[in-house]
């Protein structure tokens, strides 16, 4: 016979996964009540981190379709505090920058307003801009027409006008060919513009051609403003030389800004709520711990007689320790796989009423489960020592 | 073979402080092949003694060898895997599972010896017909009699085919008749050279035995031997 040192007990990792899955099974309403805390726990979590990701994953699309290689210059205020105004050359030495791919420009029209028509009260103009802008502007700026045409060539020179999407409602304007009352001209709707996330300037604005400008308002050929697109690489170098290149005499006055920026940042989830769902999502994981651990301890005092024979049958310290051990991180798995489902749920719910897409990282989902495994271990240890240490004689004696 | 399976050598076992004795100074050679019952009053340490022989207990002096292994100097591991290869037990209470069938039950007296699920099932049913329990297979304790219970936890007991049996009070809880059909099994396990030692409180039991070890307040009284009971 072989000596007892060579014939040890051994536990096959499978039955001791069948061993510990015993509570589930036995007491599957116990099992529900004591998983409950860590699934709210990890639902807030998960519902807290996949809505910011998705409301994140919005802008970052959003943002890859309007591209975030635009700056835009302005005419800052001079050295006496007055409204500077860019050299009516500007554009054309941009485009000269290395990297850039397409540069344009507004004029604000400051004393010239826009009406429904010639009845309307000169001081209401509803917040609306008169500005003067050429064919590529829409191309700089990502805008889209959502009705009509843009300024081209020929309607340039004529009374015509593109509204941006905030100005056409304000005037009650739903399609082209109606007309508008600008500076005491009648101009004709020739196009629409969609929002413009990128110059958000352009929506309120009534946008006429330069000849015709210059034509009944003594346009000076001055602009207010440049967009301006260059190579993605090249954006922070161009950044640099843009103010030299539009104003030489005075670069300081120059105020240089990237929109994408701006836009990302006004989309990011508040920082405050999101601590307080992730403070209140650790304060439940906290009490799902407590409340497997006691499930755990009811569970070791009700089966000593089990742990007993268990001992008596071969089964080490530490097969009895391992065994309680897998029962409470099972609990918490379970636990948290139930929250991980009611988290993405959760999350699905608020992107689908905003208009997201849901985007969880699915590495999140993992580690919202690993959380709650090791939540339950935590748990288990000390019920599972406890049932380790249970004298098997007094167990299997009474 | 030569070595004893048991071997106690003055083992004493007491509990708390100040100490109440349990068992004072036990001296017991228990051969391979042998079939003992233990008898002696209520208290008087027998239990005792069983878990010390089974390892499921320590002696707080003295030396106990089990199979020739010092169990003194073995660690929890170590004595778990005598458990689970060298030793089976059978207690009055039976001590089964209660959720799951006769097979499971029995299946479990080699869960810790790492052998696959299906193996031990086989295995489990073939122990359950050596207690002629072939047509129970799949009952649930609550739906089998008490003789049949105990039958189920000798299956357990010997599946794994250990060398000792140890039982305390195995038919302590049956009526006369079930208790007579366990104590054949004992004997046929006996014969097929698995060694008994029986705690007992059954006179007529014990006086069937080859060898009647009696205690009292701790001590071995009487060590008799019955040659013409013995196994052959
Ligand atoms: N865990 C324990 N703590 C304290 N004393 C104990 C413990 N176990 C047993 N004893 C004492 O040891 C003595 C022997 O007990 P044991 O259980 O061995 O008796 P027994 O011969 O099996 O009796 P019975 O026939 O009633 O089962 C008794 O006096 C008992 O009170
Ligand atoms: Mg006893």
Redesign the pocket.
Known sequence: MMPATERRSRLRFGDLLGLGSHGLKAHPMRAALSALGIAIGIAAMIAVIGISTSSEALVREKLASLGTNMLTASAGTDFFGEDAKLPPDAVERVRRIDGVETASWIATLDKVNVYRNAAVDPGATGGLTVVVGENALLDATSSKLIRGSRLNAATERYPAVVLGERAAQKLGIRDVGSSVWIGGNQFTVVGILDRSPLAPELDSAAIIGPDIAMELFDFDGSPTTIYERSDDALVADVRDLLPGAINPESPNEVKVSRPSDALAAKNTVDQAFTGLLVGVGSIALLVGGIGVANTMVISVLERRREIGMRRSLGATRRHIRSQFLVEAMLLAAYGGLVGTVIGWLITALVARANGWIVAIPPLVLVAGVVVTVVVGAVAGVLPAIRAART?P??AL?G | MTEPIIELHGVT?S??SPP?V??AGVDLRVERGEMLAIV????????????LMGTLDRASSGDIRIAGEDTTTLTDAELSGLRAYTIGFVFQQFHLADGVTAVENVATGLLYTGVPLAERRRRAAVALERVGLGHRLGHRPSELSGGERQRVAIARAVVGEPPLLLA??PTGSLDTRSGAAVVEILHELNRSGTTVVV?T?DVELAARLPRRVS?RD?RIELDQHDRTLEVA
Do not use: V
């Open positions: 004298s004689t007094t004696s | 076992r509990y708390g109440t349990a068992l002696g009053p209520s208290g008087s340490g027998k239990s005792t003694m069983l878990n305390d009070e705690i409180h205690i701790g």
